[in-house]
């Protein structure tokens, strides 16, 4: 008997008891391979000694000023280092307490920044379809997982969505990347030219999609081409890196890998690494002139914002991923987990596209390879592989709907970033035999189903 209402009423859940390095251990005992940290957010793994103790001297001194009233060396702190560490021109944040409520803040500030300007009539957001920018209304609005928003849509602000750049699913077979890149960029142009050259706020995209499609790169010079008709058009272009970056594909920022500078990227996740719940929005000079020239304030606000414990944890993170180098683990480590999964998936009947960037990978699986058919979503694969998963000490995060919110399935990587070549090995072994294992049981539950059905 529970008070809490959970995720899922009728699940089963271990309790989470303990955990120590790339593992955590349940109530009997039971140790799981945290190889999707949760939700992409354990990057350094369980009970790191150097976060506990910055945790520790943070709490002794003080747990809690609210923002109104003081700043701390804490916040401070971790703003300087965000901002020495970001893309040029990127110079000022915003702490907030997770991912949405950064995609929130981030929306928000885009729409200020043209009422500071005196564009007040700009007032539409394009995203893209196959997106999760969080699960506040505005963010949910702005993501485009048709399964998540759909019984929401009446509260949702209307938001307007364009394809995502997702090679697998629609490169056309004989077209080249640029010209790919070039096609899913143009649709951008041409929404915003639909909307009106002047009342489009912002573009908002996952640099690497994360949870919905399972880890989908961008292709090419797509972000340069989406950067180019944002600037031609005074758009706002808003990366959100609350899943794919500080440190997940192999740089501190995935847009580093494309050439590309935001004016808002919102981060959280990896960030705090799970030791305290952060988020922020890193924001350009333009922006933050516009209101320190202006209001003088960011009609927003939170209770818990730059709370001094969640940005001691952030940067206690920062430091040791820096201090030991962690990011050139990620990359060897994401080729080697990269190579792995090749090996022993690569060929499999079932097994569509292995993709991703990083420490941050995923297997998308199909019914047919040729045809890229998907599994009947009625058989909820993915869940089938979790389940798999779990009962052989492996956590992952599977999902179905990688298509389009409804069909399709894919099993997201996020292992953290201080694991060795032997944890990869430990991890590929069992996702194999899960995958294979939750396959089995399809054939298995047709078999009896057959058996059941009168001649
Ligand atoms: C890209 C992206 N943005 C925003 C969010 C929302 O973050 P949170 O769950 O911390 O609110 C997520 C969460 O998975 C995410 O992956």
């Known amino acids: 008997m529970t008070h809490l209402l959970h995720r899922a009423i009728h699940a089963k859940l271990p ?5 120590e390095g790339i593992r955590l251990f349940d109530a009997e005992g039971k140790a799981y391979i945290d190889a999707s940290g949760g939700a992409a957010v354990s990057c350094l793994g369980h009970t790191h000694l150097d976060v506990l103790a910055a945790l520790h001297a943070q709490l002794d001194r003080m747990a809690y000023a609210h923002t109104g009233f003081f700043t701390t060396e804490a916040a401070e702190r971790l703003a300087d280092r965000l901002v020495a560490d970001a893309p040029d021109g990127l110079d000022h944040v915003y702490l907030v307490s997770g991912g949405s409520e950064a995609v929130e803040a981030a929306l928000k500030m ?30 949910l609005a702005a993501g485009g997982n048709e399964w998540r928003r759909a019984q929401f849509r009446p509260l949702l602000v209307e938001t307007h969505h364009i394809d995502p750049c997702f090679a697998y699913r629609l490169q056309q077979a004989g077209e080249s990347d640029a010209d790919y890149a070039a096609r899913a960029a143009a649709q951008l142009e041409a929404k915003i030219l639909d ?51 500080m440190g997940r594909t192999g740089t501190l920022h995935a847009c580093e890998q494309d050439g590309v500078i935001p004016d808002l990227m919102t981060i959280a996740k990896g960030l705090g690494g799970g030791y305290q719940p952060v988020g922020a929005v890193l924001l350009s000079s333009a922006i933050f002139r516009a209101f320190a020239e202006g209001s003088g304030f960011f009609q927003h606000g939170h209770t818990y914002m730059g ?100 069909r399709g399935d894919h099993v997201l990587l996020a292992p953290p970033f201080i694991l060795g070549r032997e944890d990869v090995d430990q991890i590929v072994e069992r996702l194999g035999d899960a995958v294979d294992a939750a396959i089995a049981s399809l054939t298995e539950d047709a078999r009896m189903q057959n058996r059941g059905t009168p001649p």
């Not at 309790?15 to 955990?19: C, D, Y």
């Not at 885009?110 to 009539?121: C, I, M, S, W």
């Not at 908002?204 to 031609?232: F, M, N, Q, S, W």
Request: hydrophobic share 40%.
């Open 195 to 245: 909307l009106g050259s002047d009342q489009v706020i912002a573009f908002v995209a996952e640099t690497v999609v994360g949870a919905t499609a399972g880890a989908v790169p961008p292709v090419a010079d797509y972000l340069k081409r989406v950067r180019a008709i944002c600037d031609k058009y005074g758009v706002l272009l808003i990366l959100d890196e609350v899943m794919c970056g």
């Open 307 to 406: 709370h001094p414990m969640a940005a001691a944890a952030g940067l206690a993170v920062q430091d040791v991923i820096r201090r030991d180098g962690l990011l050139e683990n990620v990359v060897s480590m994401g080729d080697y987990l990269e190579r792995c999964l090749v090996e022993r998936l690569g060929n499999h009947h079932h097994v569509g596209d292995i993709r991703g960037r990083g420490l941050f990978r995923a297997v998308e699986l199909v019914a047919d390879r040729t045809t890229k058919s998907p599994f009947d979503p009625g058989l909820k694969l993915n869940a089938r592989i979790k389940k798999e998963a779990m009962a052989r000490g492996l956590m992952v995060y599977p999902m179905g709907g990688t298509i389009d919110g409804q």
């Open 15 to 19: 309790v989470a008891v303990r955990g």
């Open 110 to 139: 885009a729409r200020q920044y043209f009422v500071e300007k005196g564009e007040p009539q700009r007032r539409h957001i394009i995203a893209r379809r196959q997106s999760y920018h969080g699960n506040t209304l505005g963010a």
